[in-house]
T-cell receptor, first 114, second 114 residues
Framework: KAGVTQTPRYLIKTRGQQVTLSCSPI?????VSWYQQTPGQGLQFLFE???????NKGNFPGRFSGRQFSNSRSEMNVSTLELGDSALYLC?????????????FGQGTRLTVV | DQQVKQNSPSLSVQEGRISILNCDYT??????FLWYKKYPAEGPTFLIS?????DKNEDGRFTVFLNKSAKHLSLHIVPSQPGDSAVYFC?????????????FGKGTLLTVNP
């Protein structure tokens, strides 16, 4: 059974540009969440999608957005990139958006903004 | 306000000994707790979880203890092996429904010395 797949693995962008990251969840998983990992802040929740609907959103500016498609694949977009957006972006999938389930993570996309 | 705290940034133990990683939380709405292990440049890997209705859960060399009154949980690894060297994240989630998100601690770097 394939795990969570994130593409691309690495990305270098210039300040002011925009970027789109992709996540394919484990087959059958319908909930997809996104997290940002930075050395100082650890893992911080960005947003969560279930059945193409954003169910929950973390404390990030509107430059960060996402969506989920009917096949549960998800994308996140960051517009007007800033140097501070450099981070490892992790996607996680789970069966349902219930608290008592485990989330399984992809390997992440390492975004560097120069 | 950090709702999940891992106060030890690092821990070093000898191979064969017990590793104890600690985690404290402040939000009494959390009802499910998880431990993840993370190697550099990879996504977190789910290790073990515990529901708030239990006080102990065991899986092989890994045991998680939950003390609800103290809002404290710990992960015990016995015996510790060099391959256990990684960053360990404690995570918590709240009541289910449409509010699924994981709140992570900042992690503890475990080093198991041969």
């Amino acid at each position: 059974k394939a795990g969570v797949t994130q593409t691309p693995r690495y990305l270098i962008k210039t300040r002011g540009q925009q970027v789109t990251l992709s996540c394919s969840p484990i087959s059958g998983h319908r909930s997809v969440s996104w997290y940002q990992q930075t050395p100082g802040q650890g893992l911080q929740f960005l947003f969560e999608y279930f059945s193409e609907t954003q169910r929950n959103k973390g404390n990030f500016p509107g430059r960060f957005s996402g969506r989920q498609f009917s096949n549960s694949r998800s994308e996140m977009n960051v517009s007007t990139l800033e140097l501070g957006d450099s981070a490892l972006y992790l996607c996680a999938s789970s069966w349902f958006p219930e608290s008592s389930t485990e989330a399984f993570f992809g390997q992440g996309t390492r975004l560097t903004v120069v | 306000d950090q709702q999940v705290k891992q106060n030890s940034p690092s821990l070093s133990v000898q191979e064969g000994r017990i590793s104890i990683l600690n985690c404290d939380y402040t939000n009494s709405m959390f009802d499910y707790f998880l431990w993840y292990k993370k190697y550099p440049a990879e996504g977190p890997t789910f290790l073990i979880s515990i529901s708030s209705i239990k006080d102990k859960n065991e899986d092989g060399r890994f045991t998680v203890f939950l003390n609800k009154s103290a809002k404290h949980l710990s992960l015990h690894i016995v015996p510790s092996q060099p391959g256990d060297s990684a960053v360990y994240f404690c995570a918590a989630s709240g009541s289910g429904g449409s509010n699924y998100k994981l709140t992570f601690g900042k992690g503890t770097l475990l080093t198991v010395n041969p």
